[in-house]
């Protein structure tokens, strides 16, 4: 099983036509396109996953830099998710301090 990752689609790319695209390679198993929480609207890429390894190999070869919608594709295999630390900060519902990545005030409270 393989995650690739497709980055500058347009903001009108489809499931539809990823699936169009990708299914001559090979059996996808799943495809995401990212979407903006609060708009809805696309962020500009997707993931892609495909159950062979050989297959998504063969996909990235040939579809990286193909164009769609007018825009060159950027295809490739998926890095997993990094905790890059702070950020979002406490939000509705999760409680917390708030945003900032620094932990100055974590750090300042557990001195005293």
Same mark, same amino acid.
């Not at 997707?46 to 007018?70: P, Q, R, S, Y």
């Given at each position: 099983?393989?995650? #690739?990752?497709?980055?500058? !689609?347009?903001? +009108?790319? %489809?499931?539809?036509? #990823? %699936?169009? @695209?990708?299914?001559?390679?090979?059996? !996808? %198993?799943? !495809? +995401?396109?990212? %979407?903006?929480?609060?708009?809805?609207?696309?962020?500009?890429? /997707?993931?892609?996953?495909?159950?062979?390894?050989?297959? =998504? /190999?063969?996909?990235?070869? /040939? #579809?990286? &830099?193909?164009? @769609?919608?007018?825009? =060159? #594709?950027?295809?490739?295999? /998926?890095?997993?998710?990094?905790?890059?630390?702070?950020?979002? &900060?406490?939000?509705?519902?999760?409680?917390?301090?708030?945003? &900032?990545?620094?932990? +100055?005030? +974590?750090?300042?409270?557990?001195?005293?």
């Amino acid at each position: 099983m393989k995650n #690739l990752f497709v980055g500058n !689609i347009s903001f +009108q790319t %489809t499931e539809s036509d #990823l %699936t169009s @695209l990708f299914d001559p390679f090979g059996e !996808i %198993t799943r !495809i +995401q396109i990212v %979407t903006d929480r609060d708009t809805g609207r696309s962020r500009g890429f /997707a993931f892609v996953e495909m159950t062979n390894d050989e297959d =998504a /190999a063969k996909a990235i070869e /040939a #579809l990286n &830099g193909k164009e @769609l919608d007018g825009r =060159a #594709l950027n295809v490739n295999e /998926a890095r997993p998710k990094t905790d890059h630390g702070g950020g979002g &900060g406490g939000g509705r519902d999760r409680g917390g301090y708030g945003g &900032g990545g620094s932990g +100055q005030r +974590q750090r300042r409270e557990k001195r005293w």
